[in-house]
């Protein structure tokens, strides 16, 4: 006998995703966003010898941008 589906997506939302695995996709990109800044800057730092102003500026453009990717993620 097959299963009825259920009216509401209980632990589902609109993609077919549950929940847990959208905070799992933010918490990855914040991160990704923060560690690829920093090193970005540690390298820009590392070449023009001026550590550890660009890893500071890096991180935070780093955040910026997975902030900017998750809002693009859930529009």
Known sequence: ???E?????SADDSRGRSPSVSAESIAF???AGVVVGAAVGGAIDW?????PWCTIVGVFV??????????LETK
Request: hydrophobic content about 50%; aromatic content about 16%.
């Open 1 to 3: 006998m097959p299963r």
């Open 29 to 31: 990109t914040m991160l």
């Open 62 to 71: 780093g955040f910026a941008v997975g902030l900017y990717a998750i809002y």
């Open 5 to 9: 589906r259920p009216d509401k997506q």
């Open 47 to 51: 070449a023009a010898g001026i550590f």
